[in-house]
C-alpha cells in the first residue's frame, strides 16, 4: 500500500496564478483533510470531506476549495494564488472521525 | 475549538539522555496523536492514545483524559530522534483535528 500520497511535491507560482493539489489514498478511508504548516507552526485546518461527495471548512478555508468526486480522491485548489499561501500543504485520511490519521509527504509551495 | 498547549517548546538533550514532553488540552478529546516530524519535513504518526499508556521501544505515551493531558516519554535518546514532537486532538462529535505548536528536540551526539 502506499497510503496517502501528494502531488506535486514542490511548486513555484506567481501572484494570481491557479493550481490544483491532489491527494490520493489507497487505505478505502472515509474521511480526508487538507493542512497548511507555516514555519514554526503547527498544522491548521483547510478543508476536509467526511465522504466522497461531501466537503466542509476548517480553521482557514479563505482562498481554497476543494473537491470529492472519488472516495480516493481528495484535490486543493487555488484559484488566485496570493503570497500569504507560500506554505507546505499536507493531506491526511482516517476511517472515521476520531480514528488515527494518516499523512502524505507534503507538497512545498511558493507564490511570489 | 479545543486548545492543545505543548511543553516544552524547545529541547537540547545529549544522546542517552531520556526526556518528557507533555501535551495539555482545554477539553474532552476522542483522539489524541503524537507525531513526529522529521527534518525533512515528514509527519511520522508516534501514537494514537485517546487515553491510557502505549509503548513502541524507546518511546511512550500516556494520556489521562480526566486530566486533560499527555505524556511522551523518550528514553535513550539518539540523534536521529531530532525534530519536532506535535500533538493533536479531536474534541467529540466534531471532525477537525487541532495541532500544537510542537516540540523543537536536538539530540547532540
Known amino acids: 500500500n502506499a497510503g496517502v500520497t501528494q502531488t506535486p511535491k514542490f511548486r513555484v507560482l506567481k501572484t494570481g496564478q491557479s493550481m490544483t493539489l491532489l491527494c490520493a489514498q489507497d487505505?478505502?478511508?472515509?474521511?480526508m483533510y487538507w493542512y497548511r504548516q507555516d514555519p514554526g507552526m503547527g498544522l491548521r485546518l483547510i478543508h476536509y470531506?467526511?465522504?466522497?461527495?461531501?466537503?466542509a471548512k476548517g480553521e482557514v478555508p479563505d482562498g481554497y476549495n476543494v473537491s470529492r468526486l472519488k472516495k480516493q480522491n481528495f484535490l486543493l485548489g487555488l484559484e488566485s494564488a496570493a503570497p500569504s499561501q507560500t506554505s507546505v500543504y499536507f493531506c491526511?485520511?482516517?476511517?472515521?472521525?476520531?480514528?488515527?490519521?494518516?499523512f502524505g509527504p507534503g507538497t512545498r509551495l511558493t507564490v511570489t | 475549538g479545543i486548545q492543545v498547549e505543548q511543553s516544552p517548546p524547545d529541547l537540547i538533550l545529549q544522546e542517552g539522555a531520556n526526556s518528557t514532553l507533555r501535551c495539555n488540552f482545554s477539553d474532552s478529546v476522542n483522539n489524541l496523536q503524537w507525531f513526529h516530524q522529521n527534518p525533512w519535513g515528514q509527519l511520522i504518526n508516534l501514537f494514537y492514545i485517546p487515553s491510557g499508556t502505549k509503548q513502541n521501544g524507546r518511546l511512550s505515551a500516556t494520556t489521562v483524559a480526566t486530566e486533560r493531558y499527555s505524556l511522551l516519554y523518550i528514553s535513550s535518546s539518539q540523534t536521529t530522534d531530532s525534530g519536532v514532537y506535535f500533538c493533536a486532538a479531536t474534541e467529540y462529535n466534531f471532525n477537525k483535528f487541532y495541532f500544537g505548536s510542537g516540540t523543537k528536540l536536538n539530540v547532540k551526539p
Open positions: 487505505m478505502n478511508h472515509e474521511y
Open positions: 491526511a485520511s482516517s476511517y472515521w472521525e476520531s480514528s488515527e490519521q494518516y
Open positions: 470531506s467526511v465522504g466522497e461527495g461531501t466537503t
